[in-house]
């Protein structure tokens, strides 16, 4: 087996907090509208335009409060009062300044690792929001490079790690995403290491891959030092 040379840590979710506070904006964005809209209805619309919206507009805070408000307009049958817009768009001003606190263990897994690994952080979503999250994070100067990307696919990480180490098959991809971080990195060719996030975004959701000889689930990012050690 190659000798692991690089190794790829999702931002959000892996290295600090961010899905919780996308809960908490969605269910104060609901009670907002409770008095003018079905409620379940309109969660189920917010759902179906936020998939759709994806393509459009990728990923992030901005994707989100564009789906925010026109999954509003499409539900209020025209009951809703045009303050309701501006309230919508100050919760998704505060989500794009939400605290970015690291987890535990994130400070001592990257110092470990950094004198003998090649450390990139890959991430996607929209770049000045990622750019904001990083520098605020502290961890800046444990990365070699950063990659922030509008989608996460196996032909994405095969560039990256050819890019910027020595190919798929001796990198591995760290993350809470089944779907971005874990399934298109074994496809690529990487070890693919899952650590379970206390929220999970539907889109993010997916079956453990099929080639389960590159696949690794954790409970905690300090575990991953000792799963390096033990990949070589």
Excluded at 111 to 128: E, Y
Aim: charged content about 25%; hydrophobic content about 40%.
């Amino acid at each position: 087996m190659s000798t692991l040379t690089t190794i790829g840590f999702d931002a959000d979710d892996t290295l600090w907090d961010h899905e919780k506070y996308f809960v908490d904006s969605k269910t104060r964005y609901l009670d907002l509208l409770a008095p003018y809209v079905d409620v379940i209805a309109l969660e189920a619309r917010l759902h179906e335009t936020e998939t759709a919206n994806v393509s459009l507009y990728g990923f992030g805070v901005k994707s989100f409060t564009l789906s925010m408000i026109e999954a509003a307009l499409a539900t209020d049958g025209g009951d809703l009062p045009s303050p309701c817009v501006s309230d919508i768009l100050q919760i998704g001003r505060e989500l794009l300044v939400h605290p970015v606190d690291p987890y535990p263990g994130v400070h001592d897994t990257l110092d470990a690792l950094r004198s003998t690994h090649k450390l990139l952080v890959v991430t996607r979503g929209d770049l000045v929001d990622q750019e904001r999250k990083l520098a605020a994070s502290g961890l800046l100067g444990y990365f070699h490079e950063i990659e922030i990307v509008s989608d996460k696919t196996p032909q994405v990480y095969s560039r990256i790690f050819t890019r910027h180490g020595d190919g798929p098959r001796r990198a591995m991809m760290v993350g809470n995403s089944m779907r971005a971080d874990v399934v298109p990195a074994i496809e690529a060719g990487c070890f693919g290491i899952h650590i379970p996030s206390d929220y999970v975004w539907s889109m993010d959701i997916d079956s453990d891959p099929q080639d389960i000889s590159r696949f690794r689930r954790l409970t905690s990012i300090a575990d991953v030092a000792a799963i390096v050690a033990e990949i070589g």
